[in-house]
């Protein structure tokens, strides 16, 4: 949306935030979801830009409630974004790695990181202690 690219721009940041975080709260029971609308008019929208949009691109409420159902029916989703368009919904998968060492950085570098975060955590040794 070149009129207001901050928006756009949160909307990537939340789904890398559901991507990144899905895995980790699934660990204690939690599922993080993002449910992707297309337009659906809101008390957001303009007056002036409902009366212009065509009916044929307005997805109604009736699908973000599928897409809730869809989350609802099945707890082992998180992760997972789905995007909205009309009465349809359409689960997205990531982009997948370009190749084989930023997959591992993306997937397995966590341990490394778990070492260097507990080794910080410990108290530091002073000469003379």
């Known amino acids: ?9 949160s909307k990537y ?6 991507r990144a975080s899905g895995s980790v709260f699934v660990k204690e029971g939690i599922t993080v ?7 659906i008019p809101t008390n957001l929208c303009p007056p ?3 009366k212009r949009w ?25 992760g997972q974004a789905v995007e909205l368009s009309q009465d349809n919904i359409y689960f997205r998968e990531q982009v997948d790695y370009p190749n084989e060492s930023q997959r591992w ?5 966590h341990e490394i990181w778990n070492q260097g975060y507990a080794i910080g955590k410990q108290p530091v040794k002073r000469i003379g202690d």
């Open 13 to 18: 940041g939340v789904l890398g935030l559901v």
């Open 48 to 50: 002036e830009v409902l």
């Open 54 to 78: 065509p009916k044929e691109h307005i997805t109604p409420l009736s699908t973000v409630n599928k897409a809730i159902d869809a989350f609802l029916a099945d707890d082992t989703l998180t």
């Open 1 to 9: 949306m070149p009129q207001c690219p901050q928006y756009t721009a």
């Open 33 to 39: 979801n993002a449910i992707c609308p297309a337009f």
């Open 105 to 109: 950085i993306g997937m397995e570098s």
